[in-house]
T-cell receptor, first 113, second 115 residues
């Protein structure tokens, strides 16, 4: 079955440093979504990427979808303490069933003020 | 944005009892709802996909007789953990699709502790 791998598992940075998490799928994806889960909270949708090579920005966050639609990345510029949480990528197989997403294991980001 | 609620938010029960968790889409009709399980510091594991008016589709390794799912309306799905055991203790989260959109809106989750 489809597998979605995400690295690193943990990342600790000083406030102001950049952060990147990477996501790789074993199969071609129709789209990829990114979610953020704060400690003790539930996942919150951040963005969806659909097109090959797509790049989207949300303030300090930059999301990329690979040309082959099998990998993606999330980059945060100049991290802040409010960025703390676990970032999950989730992909839907291009040949997959209705709306089912496969989540990566997530990257836990901690920020030292 | 779309709102999904879950009830209860937290439940403690004795081993052998059954627990029902409700998932409601408050401001939209959800043709598909999903039930996930999350262990501490781990990812979300999809348990089943629930479609209104039809039987749920369970992921491999998930016992359908243990985790009963009912999707009686376009705004409500329930997960019943039957004869709960301590190993069923976990964070259960539901999500819902809004129409044809593929974004999943997550509920706040239910923390289950089985003693």
């Amino acid at each position: 079955g489809q597998q979605v791998m995400q690295i690193p598992q943990y990342q600790h940075v000083q406030e102001g440093e950049d952060f990147t998490t990477y996501c790789n799928s074993s199969t071609t994806l129709s789209n990829i979504q990114w979610y953020k889960q704060r400690p003790g909270g539930h996942p919150v949708f951040l963005i969806q990427l659909v097109k090959s090579g797509e790049v989207k920005k949300q303030k300090r966050l930059t999301f990329q979808f690979g040309e082959a639609k099998k990998n993606s990345s999330l980059h945060i510029t100049a991290t802040q303490t409010t960025d703390v949480g676990t970032y999950f990528c989730a992909g839907r197989d291009s040949g997959g069933s209705n709306y089912k997403l496969t989540f990566g294991k997530g990257t836990l980001l901690t920020v030292n003020p | 944005g779309a709102v999904v609620s879950q009830h209860p938010s937290r439940v403690i029960c004795k081993s052998g009892t059954s627990v029902k968790i409700e998932c409601r889409s408050l401001d939209f009709q959800a043709t598909t709802m999903f039930w996930y399980r999350q262990f501490p510091k781990q990812s979300l594991m999809l348990m089943a996909t629930s479609n209104e008016g039809s039987k749920a589709t369970y992921e491999q390794g998930v016992e359908k007789d243990k985790f009963l799912i009912n999707h009686a309306s376009l705004t409500l799905s329930t997960l019943t953990v039957t004869s709960a055991h301590p190993e069923d203790s976990s964070f259960y989260i539901c999500s819902a699709n809004r129409g044809s959109r593929e974004t999943q809106y997550f509920g706040p989750g239910t923390r289950l502790l089985v003693l």
